[in-house]
């Protein structure tokens, strides 16, 4: 067996040589109804206006930590006071309630939904509205 710089094919493929990665054709409407659909995720514009408030309320010191997940059905962003705790606030993106109530929403700990919409910067503004407690 001739020793070589390629990597091993799986038993019975073939090399197909001059065959580079941007030669393959994907069908989309083949992609979009796979059994294995890309998670949701949130675009760049989203996770900046997300991180705008994330930032004023960590200055405000009502925030400290976040987490992203990002699920077959929705991406989410929780907010945290204390790491390793139930999350304040879960901002959701369900791409499936778009044409309805929208895809956007904010959830409170307890899963009641704050405020749901079609634009994200609307949707964030329920932050401004928060009351705090004040230290007399």
């Known amino acids: 067996m001739p020793m070589t710089d390629e ?8 090399r197909h040589y001059g065959q580079t990665t941007s030669d393959v054709v994907v069908d989309l409407h083949e992609y979009k109804q796979a059994r294995n659909p890309p998670p949701i995720t949130f675009h760049r514009r989203e996770l900046d206006l997300i991180l705008k408030v ?3 309320m960590v200055g405000e010191g009502e925030w400290r930590d976040y ?10 962003f929780s907010v945290f006071k204390r790491a390793g705790e139930v ?15 929208g895809a956007f929403s904010v959830l409170n700990a307890h899963g009641t939904i704050l405020k749901r919409g ?4 609307q949707v964030l503004k ?11």
């Open 118 to 121: 079609h634009e994200l910067s």
């Open 54 to 56: 994330y930032g004023r």
């Open 87 to 101: 999350p304040l606030y879960r901002i959701e993106k369900n791409p499936k309630l778009a044409a309805k109530q």
């Open 126 to 136: 329920i932050f401004e509205k928060i009351l705090k407690l004040v230290k007399s």
């Open 67 to 76: 987490a992203i997940d990002h699920l077959r059905d929705r991406a989410v």
């Open 7 to 14: 990597t091993d094919l799986p038993r019975g493929e073939a």
